[in-house]
């Protein structure tokens, strides 16, 4: 995927004519990159960094993994929901390989050179590894909302020791930190650069739209249409499903509402506002927004600056992706 991304910036960067394409496809490559580079991330860091016994293992490990599994409550006859999340989370991937496919078999088999099918080969890899890597976030996400819901169960049947109750939230609030900050740094990822794709498209659609290239079949402007939609659409939609929102605060949000509630009546009052200062305490949010609202302000401003555009890159007749790798 660095290759090619790498292929594409030497042979077009610079080219005025070039910068919408360019801009898409940085829209297009590091999202399907950004899945393995977290993944091998989780792996090499505990090689460079040491941590006591009683610290909880870092995100994606196979530890943290098994830890995950353990804090999930097993469903009678299975869960429903898991499964419908499960293909939609897949699916969607799945349609974007099938077009990809259809469109190298029906326009470009007679002209792609041996680097853009290798290219098209690591983009279907890239969309298994995003549909799996989303479901695996959808359930990590499911098993920390299942320990604080515990936690919470745990703390309004043994209100008995205001420490004993704050190393619980302590502990919770630890599992869902590193939890957080991988999704969150994903998501933001995904969704900004998702929205300045789908800027990039509008533009690319109306320039099309208004023009009528010649030699270019109706069909391979709509077919093309379609799949990069439905790529741009994937980008900032499945993260959202996956974790639930834009990020996962909600959830530690969620759980200091339900606990106050159910402590609303506690005879102990003074325990229950020590409980809630310790809280606010070690609460550590993010402002994941701000980057996203920031690469929104880029997109609209691209949108307005890009003018006499190379617009036939991917539906042209004489394949010009083809003739830059050549």
């Known amino acids: 995927m660095i290759a090619d991304l790498l292929t594409f910036i030497i042979f077009l960067w610079g080219k005025d004519t070039d910068t919408l394409f360019l801009v898409s496809y940085f829209t297009y490559i590091p999202q399907l990159a950004i899945i393995p580079l977290l993944c091998l991330y989780a792996q090499v860091r505990p090689l460079f960094q040491t941590r006591n016994k009683r610290s909880p293992p870092y995100v994606l ?53 041996a680097f853009m099918i290798f290219s098209k080969c690591v983009s279907i890899g890239g969309f298994l590894l995003y549909g799996l890597f989303s479901f695996v976030v959808y359930k990590l996400r499911q098993s920390h909302a299942e320990e604080l819901s515990k936690c919470a169960d745990r703390i309004e049947q043994n ?28 998501g933001t990822f995904s969704i900004s650069i ?91 949010s993010f402002k994941w927004i701000k980057s996203t609202a920031a690469l929104t302000l880029v997109s609209l401003y691209l949108g307005l600056q890009l003018q006499h555009q190379n617009l036939y890159y991917w539906i042209g007749p004489t394949c010009n992706v ?4 050549q």
């Open 61 to 113: 490990t196979k530890e943290y993994l098994m830890m995950r599994r353990f804090c999930l409550a097993p469903k009678d006859g299975g869960n429903k929901t898991d499964t419908l999340v499960f293909f939609a989370l897949t699916v969607w991937p799945a349609i974007n390989i099938g077009i990809i496919i259809y469109n190298y078999i029906e326009f470009e088999r007679q002209a792609c050179s």
């Open 194 to 284: 998702g929205v300045l794709g789908i800027c990039t498209q509008l533009y690319w659609n109306y320039r099309v739209i208004d023009m009528d290239p010649p030699d270019v079949s109706e069909s391979a402007i709509v077919t093309y249409a379609v799949m990069i939609w439905s790529e741009k659409l994937q980008f900032v939609l499945q993260p959202l499903v996956a974790m639930g929102g834009i990020n996962v605060d909600y959830l530690w949000r969620r759980f200091k509402r339900d606990l106050t509630e159910r402590l609303r009546d506690a005879n102990d009052s003074e325990k229950v506002d020590n409980l809630l200062r310790h809280m606010k305490q070690i609460d550590t």
């Open 159 to 186: 209100y008995l020791s205001i420490g004993e109750a704050e190393a619980h939230i302590r502990q919770s609030l630890i599992h869902l930190h590193g939890f957080r900050t991988l999704s969150g740094t994903w």
């Open 322 to 325: 083809t003739a830059l790798t």
